[in-house]
């Protein structure tokens, strides 16, 4: 069964905002979610990450994320997205990780199966 | 930023090939990886090591060797390479305090005829 799920595919167009969402199981209290972005070439970047630990919701240059712990349920937001946007999203779960610091032997990314993100001009 | 770097970029192989996929990271990172990614699958996790001489199983091990020679260089083996091989495949590393911000590779496509 899928732990962490995306939608498959969604559009915007230039200037818009955008939203993607992610939801995942964990059983538990400590962990991470991370934001990773897939670009035409393949090339995997680093975007952002929510500790679960942080009830604020965490802000990297144009992304930004709003974290519903309790639905297990995380979204990246893109403000004023434009056409370079486009992309594949990825969402991935990072547990056990205690205050910054991941708990022994317990260190794997869990990731979706992403989010194909088109923004039209 | 994390340099990752991978060798081949692209690789074309017979059923019961031997293909080896190199990764070297040169920031000093202990943690590297190797991933594969297929469609409707995201990444998943093939093996990965925390540091030289180490090496761990991932989710889908079955098929894939590894060795980490060095703190930089992390090698996959293929060594009877399948169809069901065909894939793109990642590298990645991290260090010890962030190992959850992982920063990867350019990739590798196989293809296994």
Redesign the interface.
């Known amino acids: 069964a899928q732990r962490?799920t995306q939608v498959q595919s969604t559009g915007s167009s230039q200037w818009g905002e955008v939203t993607l969402d992610c939801s995942y199981e964990t059983s538990e209290y400590s962990y991470?979610i991370?934001w990773?972005r897939q670009l035409f070439?393949?090339?995997?970047?680093?975007l952002i990450?929510q500790p679960s630990f942080d009830t604020q919701n965490q802000r990297s240059g144009h992304y930004s994320v709003v974290f519903q712990k309790s639905f297990k349920s995380i979204s990246l937001v893109i403000s004023a997205s434009q056409p370079e946007d486009s992309g594949t999203y990825?969402c991935?779960l990072?547990e056990a990780?205690i205050g910054?610091?991941?708990a022994s032997g317990s260190?794997?990314?869990i990731?979706?199966?992403?989010t194909q993100l088109t923004v039209m001009p | 930023e994390a340099a990752v770097t991978q060798s081949p970029r692209n690789k074309v192989t017979v059923t019961g090939g031997n293909v080896t996929l190199s990764c070297r990271q040169t920031n000093s990172h202990n943690y590297m990886y190797w991933y594969r990614q297929d469609t409707g699958h995201g990444l998943r996790l093939i093996h990965y090591s925390y540091g030289a001489g180490n090496l761990q199983i991932g989710d889908v091990p079955d098929g894939y060797k590894a060795t980490r020679t060095t703190q930089e260089d992390f090698f996959l083996l293929l060594e009877l390479a399948s169809p069901s091989q065909t894939s793109l495949y990642f590298c990645a590393s991290s260090d010890r305090q962030t190992q959850d911000t992982q920063y990867f590779g350019p990739g590798t496509r196989l293809l296994v005829l």
Do not use: K, P, T
């Open positions: 962490v991470l991370l990773y070439s393949g090339e995997m970047v680093f990450y990825f991935a990072s990780h910054g610091i991941r260190w794997q990314l990731f979706g199966s992403g």
